[in-house]
């Protein structure tokens, strides 16, 4: 579960790629855009004055065109690619003021990353695979196998340690992979376009246990992708780069609602909302008629509703009343006595795309509950309809 703590701080972060990124680097101080450094200098402008933290927990997705610097971003993270210029810090230590053997340590231990290519040794039977990186670091053998089982287990693979890659399907494969990486305990998992090579079947089959594993583990992932169904569907948070700038960073629904821009606002263009907002989402936008119940009833305002909920003392959600027979000197017992004796509800973090049904096939507005019962709302077929033509 994503928590509030930053586990990673990235502070105006440039990277310039040529023989003169001084020149380059002052040329951008005094304002110069990329396009006229690379033509004055051919020096190419991979990120610029990139600016960002990622929460302990989180899957947090870097997403852009190709060209906007998301794979150059990813790569300054763990130093595969060298900064110009920032900082870079993982839980409080700078990550690019650390020496060679000081950053091989943190690669090993801390940030494991995960390829496009699934880069397996073919002569390695698949439990040698996962175990290559801890053999790397001198793990002795039986740890390292007991390490990289365990790893094979998470991601459905337990069985499968004596075979060998050309043995298993490309998911299979890249699942492989995914172990390697586990089998280090990482505090982060970076992950460059890990699934772009599946097939589409596969490919939303690993998205699934990425986020099974983020949500049983409370793994922190950072995920490039370019393909924007992707980061919808396992974010946490997205992070939008174009000309090597971080333009904006939120939930999928805080950018779909107030784009930063052009270039962002065409992303999310044609972007079905039903799989970007969650019930919890909209509940709040409709008024309810809610009435509580703690051994009396107060007088209530039905607001033009033709419906009640009835909440305890504690919010929790009791059931449903139709108005039309009640007034406003009720008693609780007279309320609980004229509640629908079965009333159908969905849960706050529910995808609006698996509630349409439900709204659409009821005779009231839905209520809307957290998943320890706590009423927040409701959801009616005008509602979902204004939802949905958005």
């Known amino acids: 579960m994503t928590d509030t703590t930053d586990i990673l701080s990235i502070n105006n972060v440039y990277k310039v790629f040529g023989e003169q990124p001084d020149t380059a680097m002052q040329m ?50 763990n130093r595969l690619i060298e900064p110009t210029s920032g900082s870079i810090k993982l839980n409080g230590k700078d990550i690019t003021a650390l020496g060679d053997a000081d950053l091989l340590d943190v690669r090993r231990h801390e940030m494991s ?3 496009q290519s699934f880069a397996l ?18 793990v002795e053998k039986k740890e390292r196998h007991k390490r990289a089982q365990a790893a094979l287990d998470q991601v459905g693979l337990g069985e499968h340690g004596d075979s060998y890659p050309h043995q298993l399907s490309g998911g299979m494969q890249q ?3 995914l172990a390697r990486a586990l089998a280090n305990d990482p505090t982060i ?13 596969i490919r939303h089959e690993m998205q699934g246990e990425l986020i099974r594993l983020q949500k049983e583990q409370s793994r922190t992932i950072v995920f490039i ?22 333009v904006q960073i939120g939930t999928p629904e ?3 609602r107030n784009p930063a821009n052009e270039y962002v606002e065409t992303f999310f263009k044609g972007v079905d909302v039903s799989k970007i907002l969650k019930a919890g989402d909209i509940a709040c936008q409709q008024s309810a008629c809610k009435i509580q119940l703690n051994g009396s009833v107060h007088p209530f305002d039905a607001g033009g509703n033709q419906f009640a909920y009835l909440v305890d003392d504690k919010e929790s959600l009791l059931g449903v009343v139709p108005l039309e027979s009640i007034d406003n000197q009720a008693s609780a017992d007279t309320l609980l006595a004229q509640q629908l004796d079965q009333h159908a509800s969905v849960y706050s973090d529910d995808m609006i795309s698996d509630v349409v049904k439900t709204v659409a096939h009821s005779d ?7 998943r320890n019962g706590t009423f927040c709302g409701v959801i009616s077929k005008d509602l979902m309809l204004k939802t949905l033509s958005h």
């Open 225 to 246: 992708s370019h393909d924007l169904d992707e980061a919808i569907r396992i974010g946490d948070r997205i992070a939008i780069m174009e000309g090597g700038q971080v």
């Open 175 to 177: 699942r492989v992979g």
């Open 121 to 138: 040794m073919p002569h390695m039977s698949v439990i040698d695979n996962a175990a290559f990186g801890l053999e790397i670091s001198g």
């Open 254 to 256: 805080e950018i779909m």
């Open 189 to 201: 998992l970076l992950m460059d376009e890990a699934f772009s090579a599946l097939d589409p079947l």
């Open 28 to 77: 951008l101080q005094n304002g110069a855009h990329k396009d006229e450094i690379f033509e004055k200098t051919g020096q190419t402008v991979g990120v610029f004055d990139a600016s960002f933290s990622v929460k302990k927990g989180e899957i947090f997705v870097i997403m852009g065109l190709s060209g906007s610097g998301k794979s150059t971003m990813v790569r300054l993270l």
């Open 364 to 370: 009231y507005p839905v209520p809307v509950i957290e």
């Open 113 to 115: 990353m995960v390829f």
